[in-house]
């Protein structure tokens, strides 16, 4: 199928790490995506990988990809309040002419 | 600020009724989309324009018209929605080429509510 999937809800203390597991479909896609959609707003661009990486870094945000697997992970070092939102992981499917598939979207609440 | 501005914010709308959603993107992208956000379904894209023309109809039904005057510019017609649709209607837009076109930029949104 060209399901995206995802856990629908993580809660997590501010200052500890927060991870978010993404099953994939497509094992040719060339990017894997993780997009954020804060409270009211539409969704934003947070990362990507290429998809012959197994880890990318940027400051908070690590990402890790299991293509054996298809298994993407955001982990979200030092968990902060503005990180609550909804996380999206999304695909590129081939037989859709690579059109963005969307995961169900996973929702972060941070507490004090 | 993405770039990307959807008009209006919310929208309350009998079943009867005609309205219209605009976006507008100043990214200078050549591609823009439609997708629909429901409570508890995946996003779903519903249209694609690429440089004007329309290359992606996802089997939407007729009472949803896209218009796509320029690549600046983005309308949905609604015309005798049902109850069912409502939902945040999200415009996007990207640069397509090489990995260009997966990487979108998303409005705000419009939250629709069908009476």
């Known amino acids: 199928g060209e399901d995206v999937e995802q856990s629908l809800f993580l809660s997590v203390r501010e200052g500890d790490s927060s991870v978010i597991n993404c099953t994939y479909t497509?094992?040719?896609?060339?990017?894997l995506y993780w997009y954020k959609q804060e409270p009211g707003a539409g969704l934003q661009l947070l990362t990507y990988?290429?998809?012959?990486?197994d880890m990318k870094q940027d400051q908070r945000l690590t990402v890790l990809l299991n293509k054996k697997d298809k298994h993407l992970s955001l982990r979200i070092a030092d968990t902060q309040t503005g990180d609550s939102a909804i996380y999206f992981c999304a695909e590129p499917i081939k037989a859709a002419g690579n059109k963005l598939t969307f995961g169900g979207g996973t929702r972060v609440l941070v507490k004090p | 600020e993405t770039g990307v501005t959807q008009t209006p914010r919310h929208l309350v709308m009998g079943m009867t009724n005609k309205k219209s959603l605009k976006c507008e993107q100043h990214l200078g992208h050549n591609a823009m989309y439609w997708y629909k956000q429901s409570a508890k379904k995946p996003l779903e894209l519903m249209f694609v324009?690429?440089?004007?023309?329309?290359?992606e109809n996802n089997s939407v039904p007729s009472r949803f018209s896209p218009e796509c005057p320029n690549s600046s510019h983005l309308f949905l017609h609604l015309h005798t929605l049902q109850p069912e649709d409502s939902a945040l209607y999200l415009c996007?837009?990207?640069?397509?080429?090489?990995?260009?076109?997966?990487?979108?930029?998303f409005g705000s949104g419009t939250q629709l509510s069908v009476l």
């Open positions: 996007a837009s990207s640069q397509e080429g090489p990995g260009g076109g997966e990487k979108l930029f």
């Open positions: 324009y690429s440089l004007e023309e329309r290359v």
């Open positions: 990988i290429f998809s012959n990486m």
């Open positions: 497509d094992s040719s896609s060339t990017y």
